[in-house]
């Protein structure tokens, strides 16, 4: 089974094709280089070998919308469903390839109790507050303050520094925007971590990596005691 697959989320395909608009598929299975679609019978759309299109793939956990071009290579029939497989072309292979890294990333919240702070250099120098929601080894999720989004939408990437409960060192990131959205009174960043601009980014990521465990060890132990 892919990747798309190890979530109970489901994650749909849009194609559009002609006079039939938008046709909504699930994907079944994937791999680095294609993924298998299922559409009902009724509203399959009928598509030779061989033909490039356009799909849109979208995920909830986390919230993702991507769209890829892909060639049609397989076409099979199960029951009331056809199931089309298709080869993504390379540049969209690459940009799926993101997406999952960051899906199936583990990812960890700090201890309310002992909450991480985190400072964002900008690139004149000035700096931003926020506060870390979630963590994994490919990015994490921030809560800024209102008035910096105005400023903060325009940096690209942030450069982040900050010191994770149990560890002295302090990391030094950089990441790029991928999220922005209004949750209640708090704007919240979903980042993905630039690692060909992060110094020592591969042991910077494997500290990450014990945080994360530790804390899941830790909330594991607590919801046993509950």
């Not at 994770?164 to 990391?171: E, V």
């Not at 690692?195 to 990450?208: D, G, M, Y």
Request: proline share 5%; aromatic share 6%; glycine share 4%.
């Amino acid at each position: 089974m892919g990747f798309f697959s190890n979530s109970d989320d489901r994650v749909l395909a849009t194609l559009t094709v002609g006079e039939m608009g938008p046709v909504e598929g699930l994907v079944i299975d994937n791999d680095q280089s294609s993924v298998l679609v299922e559409f009902p019978v009724k509203r399959s759309p009928m598509l030779p070998i061989a033909e490039e299109v356009g799909l849109s793939l979208s995920v909830t956990n986390p919230a993702a919308k991507l769209d890829v071009q892909a060639r049609v290579v397989v076409q099979s029939h199960r029951d009331d469903q056809i199931q089309y497989r298709f080869r993504l072309l390379p540049k969209s292979a690459r940009n799926v390839a993101r997406m999952l890294r960051r899906r199936n990333a583990f990812r960890a919240q700090p201890d309310p109790r002992d909450p991480v702070h985190v400072l964002i250099h900008t690139s004149s120098d000035a700096t931003s507050q926020a506060e870390l929601c979630d963590i994994s080894t490919t990015g994490a999720w921030l809560i800024i303050a209102a008035d910096d989004e105005s400023t903060l939408f325009r940096e690209a990437p942030l450069r982040l520094s900050f010191r994770l409960p149990g560890h002295g060192q302090l990391f030094e990131l950089f990441a790029d925007i991928r999220t922005r959205a209004l949750r209640g009174s708090a704007i919240h960043y979903g980042l993905e971590f630039n690692v060909e601009l992060t110094e020592r980014a591969a042991l910077q990521a494997e500290r990450i990596s014990q945080y994360v465990l530790k804390r899941q060890l830790e909330v594991l132990r607590e919801n046993a005691e509950d």
